[in-house]
């Protein structure tokens, strides 16, 4: 995406896994590809653009992003000039099945699931996130 992939063969089949793997959790969620998107950079990270509303702020959209240092979590869509609004974060691994990403997508918007902390996890290496996408996806 944007062509900011690293160019290194490592980083190549990340930018794989984690495409394969952000387009298993859209399929999970019935979220078609052109909803989806991932970046490979300084930090790699992906995007599923969801067609639910949250009740705080009904008149927006709500995104699933992940980040290779924070997981998944559930976010309002905002405009580049305004700060993100953090519904709610998914616990756990940073890479979790499909099936338990879709659950926390589900359970927060029907307001079974509002937890706005997230830990603060050790660095991943990337091969190892790899690894772990190749597991649950």
Request: with cysteine; proline share 9%; glycine share 6%.
């Amino acid at each position: 995406m944007l062509g900011l992939e690293d160019p290194t063969p490592r980083a190549v089949g990340f930018s794989q896994r984690l495409a394969v793997y952000v387009d298993q959790v859209a399929t999970a969620l019935g979220v078609p590809p052109e909803a989806i998107g991932c970046e490979v950079s300084d930090t790699a990270t992906a995007y599923v653009g969801l067609e639910r509303r949250w009740t705080a702020r009904p008149d927006r959209d709500l995104m699933l992003v992940w980040d290779e240092h924070l997981g998944w979590y559930l976010a309002v869509e905002t405009t580049p000039a305004e700060p993100p609004v953090i519904v709610a974060y998914l616990h756990g691994a940073v890479v979790a099945p499909p099936d338990v990403v879709a659950r926390f997508v589900r359970d927060t918007t029907a307001g079974r699931h509002v937890n706005r902390l997230r830990p603060v996890l050790p660095p991943t290496e990337r091969t190892t996130l790899a690894d772990q996408m190749a597991t649950v996806a």
